[in-house]
């Protein structure tokens, strides 16, 4: 990696890649026109561009993984969904509508190890659309622990024990370890969190991605019925 | 939502309106949202703008950002330090001055741009030295950045020009150009470096 154009956005323990705007680019194959039209259009946060001084003066960079994700979902996207759409789909605003977890498990977001917790604490009438995110939130940061199944149970119990409103869209979750105890928050904005000495912080995830990719397979799964459902990653 | 217009001396409040018409000297006290806006006289509001179709051959002047589709300046417009304007086409054969970003889908200037900013997919900026309008308006454009797919200057001074296809023509001051695509270079313009993989063309 060349370290001139590596950075990261470090606090505490956990580091955020960037990407430069030229680097997107050039990775991606987008236009300036394109980026420009996509900022103005909503369906990248402003949020998103990072102005830093780097050696060859102020440079806006852009979270890494969330960008490049984001750029291939419009990608994908863009010719399904005009542009209001799709920045309605990407848009922080939740989704109404209740999801059942099996749903959630058919498109690849959770695991086995969660789907039987999440159908033993789910609300009768079924997840909320930050709660889905959570979950699959959790999942991500489950498998990047290898955490054993009794502790994913677990944390899936106060993922759902949590009052809303989650805000997840716009949050990270976090999990971490206090006074011997695994637990988990979620965190407003898009900077991990940062503790005192007593906690000690294992996994924190922004999850603006997952709840715009959450929200596509809701949208797709309304036009194509409910039953249409195959397994997709 | 109703049209409004002011002929003589007049101020509106924010708010929703259908067409804005101002012909005298308006002022606008709050954020206004309009299907258009046309300014012949002398127009000043105090909040934000977003219009369908902004018209302006007189002068109007925002303390908030802009968001337009269309946006047609044969006058002055301008908005303040820190304030941005986004349109999906601009046209100016006058002057436009923003403090800060302006972001455009295409935008084509004839008369003189002043901002911080100016990206988006196709920029031309091609200003004059001779004319009428060199009596009334500051005729060379100066813009710190710009930042498009397909940009095209003549009297044009920027600090640092990045793009895919780049036409740097006559009268310009440019202190870094940077193009992934094709560049040309007109013989009296000024650059202080080239960087970026590109193929040169003749000007």
């Known amino acids: 990696m060349n370290p001139s154009t590596e950075h990261c956005y470090e606090r505490g323990a956990i580091s955020l890649e960037l990407i430069s705007k030229k680097q997107l680019l050039a990775e991606t194959g987008i236009s300036y026109g394109q980026l420009y039209r996509w900022k103005r259009e909503r369906l990248i946060p402003e949020g998103w561009f990072i102005k830093q001084s780097s050696y060859t003066g102020q440079e806006t960079f852009f979270p890494k993984e969330q960008m490049l994700a984001r750029v291939q979902a419009i990608l994908e996207a863009k010719d399904r969904y005009s542009l209001e759409e799709l920045a309605k789909i990407l848009s922080p605003e939740a989704v109404d509508v209740p999801l059942a977890p099996r749903e959630l498990w058919e498109w690849g977001e959770i695991g086995p190890d969660l789907l039987a917790a999440a159908e033993a604490a789910a609300p009768p009438a079924g997840l909320s659309f930050d709660q889905a995110v959570l979950l699959a939130a959790l999942w991500e940061g489950v498998q990047h622990l290898s955490l054993p199944p009794e502790s994913a149970k677990d944390l899936v119990y106060q993922a759902l024990a949590l009052p809303p409103p989650l805000r997840c869209a716009e949050g990270g979750c976090t999990l971490f370890r206090c006074g011997g105890e695994l637990t988990l928050a979620v965190t407003g904005g898009e900077q991990p969190p940062l503790f005192g000495p007593a906690v000690s912080v294992l996994d924190s995830r922004p999850m603006s991605e997952l709840a715009g990719r959450i929200k596509m397979k809701y949208t797709a799964r309304f036009e194509s019925g409910p039953t249409d459902e195959s397994r997709r990653k | ?203």
């Open chain 2, 1 to 203: 939502m109703q049209d409004t217009r002011i002929d003589g001396m007049g101020t509106i409040a924010g708010g929703e309106y259908g067409s804005v018409k101002v012909s005298g000297m308006g002022k606008c006290t709050g954020d206004l949202t309009a299907q258009s806006l046309s300014v012949s006289g002398k127009f000043t509001c105090q909040g934000k703008l977003k219009v369908g179709k902004l018209t302006c051959s007189g002068t109007a002047d925002f303390e908030g950002d802009i968001s337009a589709a269309s946006l047609s300046a044969s006058g002055r417009l301008v908005l303040g330090e820190d304030c941005n304007l986004e349109a999906q086409e601009v046209r100016c054969s006058g002057y436009i001055r923003v403090g800060g970003q302006i972001s455009a889908d295409f935008l084509k200037a004839e008369g003189a741009i002043n901002a911080r900013e100016v990206v988006g997919d196709q920029i031309q900026i091609i200003s004059h030295s001779r004319g009428l309008g060199a009596l009334l308006f500051p005729t060379l454009s100066t813009v710190g950045m710009v930042e498009a797919t397909t940009i095209s200057l003549s009297g044009v001074r920027a600090d640092t020009v990045s793009g895919q296809n780049v036409t740097i023509g006559p009268r310009c001051d440019i202190g870094q150009v940077d193009c992934s695509g094709t560049l040309s270079v007109h013989r009296s313009a000024k650059i202080g470096r080239v960087t970026g993989d590109c193929v040169r063309q003749g000007l």
